[in-house]
């Protein structure tokens, strides 16, 4: 994401980065081209003027931060365009992709860079001549939900608050155990509240910045903090979507579930601990010119309050909750920033209504259901069915599969399948795909080496946590 700002918004700071970044600014060719490079000399702004640009009032500027090539979303994007405008360019441009590539290359395209959602979508369709599907099927509480915070997160992250305090952490880090020990804690808090999947698209980028300024492989570092997105989600019920489900679908007190999460975030911060004692203390140095910078400060305090509209929204399971919250939230943002409606992750929000549509359609599926209840006969069955299934086709698929034939007694053992079952493969949790995902786009030549370590790593936490369940229902603790 590249921040769009004019000339005259330049921050201080920006005219004279630190060595380690990168920033370019570069006026658009006219009006209505919109394309961003982030191609400029470390160390230096450049400003450069296209060939043929207008020099009317209407020229818009962009400005990258790229670290060494990999692009960090600090800053937010500003313009002076009428929103109208905006959505006519982009309107245009998705037009003339579709004459150039042809309809059926640019789906084919899309498919590819989209497999997850493209997989869902073919299974809803799929199993939708099986089993007619209900509006019914889909939990709107959750998409009301997840439809707020996706706008919560995508503002604070064009603000950079999430940036902000991500590094403003790192930054004391002295060597790569402190380093790690940083990541770790960061991932842990982030995962609580802002979701796993944010958390990774917050921290990653960092690491791998991290990776080529110091020459260190980091995949250990990479590898923790994805296993600790995953484990840190547990703890709240918004942590993840899954733990979001099983709270709202069996109505499950807050005090309950923690009850549940606190005793795996603690047996799972112990095992991370005894994980970081065995990192070496390699000196390494990390430049507080590196810390960015939060803007448009202002804009913060609204979307501040929306947090809260969120949290009131969490605990109110009520139809005319969710419309009065979604409302709120939509307001709030095409009052103080609409751009936020453009890069909110919509993909996750249809992930989960074609989740939510094929399973439930699988679910309804009656030669289906007798083999599926065997699956979850008591509660140690629906754990470890959790667990398992988890392995091959994601946890949050899992959960609101399963979650259709089980009842509250046995909510706790899906919650402690799915949570536990996001470690392990990579295509456990959403969380790893995007990880490994983003490692190997940056790193191609390193995939191997890092799988190894991730699946590693994953496999070890996999089978300690794994015993967790049993022995907290021995104990009478679940």
Known sequence: MSTVITKSTIPSNLNQPAAAHRVRVQESVSKDSMATSPAGGAGEASFEKSEGASTDSSQRHFITHDHDGFH???????????????????????????????????????????????????????????NTPQWSYVDWHIIAIMFELMAVLCAFERYGVLQWFSMKILSRAHNERSLSIAMSLVALGLGMFATNDVTILTIIPLVLMMKKRTSTPMYLQMTLVTICANLGSCLTPFGNPHNLYIYTHFNITLAEFM?????????????????????????????????????????????????????????????????????????????????????????????????????????????????????????IATYISALLMSQVITNVPVTVLLANFINHGSAAALFFGADIGGLGTPIASLANL??????NKQYPEESKPFLRQFLTLNFIALAILGTLFGVLQHVGLV
């Open 72 to 130: 960090l979303n600090y800053a937010a994007r500003q313009s002076h365009l009428p929103h109208r405008r905006e959505i006519q360019m982009r309107s245009r441009r998705f037009s003339d992709h579709l004459r150039e590539e042809g309809v059926a290359r640019a789906l084919f395209g899309w498919m590819r860079n989209n497999m997850f959602l493209s997989i869902l979508v073919i299974v809803a369709v799929v199993t939708s001549f099986f």
């Open 259 to 379: 009850r549940w999460s606190v005793p795996l975030f603690l047996t799972s911060l112990v095992l991370i601990f005894v994980t970081l004692a065995f990192v070496p203390k390699k000196p390494i140095e990390i430049s507080k010119d590196d810390i960015p910078q939060l803007v448009m400060k202002k804009r913060i305090i609204p979307f501040a309050f929306l947090a809260v509209v969120v949290f009131v929204n969490l605990r109110i399971n009520d139809w005319r909750a969710d419309v009065i919250c979604a409302v709120i939230a939509l307001v709030v943002t095409m009052l103080f920033d609409p751009r936020v409606l453009f890069h909110i992750n919509w993909n996750l929000i249809f992930t989960l209504f074609f989740i939510f549509i094929g399973i439930q359609n699988i679910a309804h599926m009656s030669f289906l259901q007798t083999a599926l209840t065997a699956l979850v006969s008591s509660p």
């Open 434 to 439: 995007i990880t490994i995902s983003l490692a």
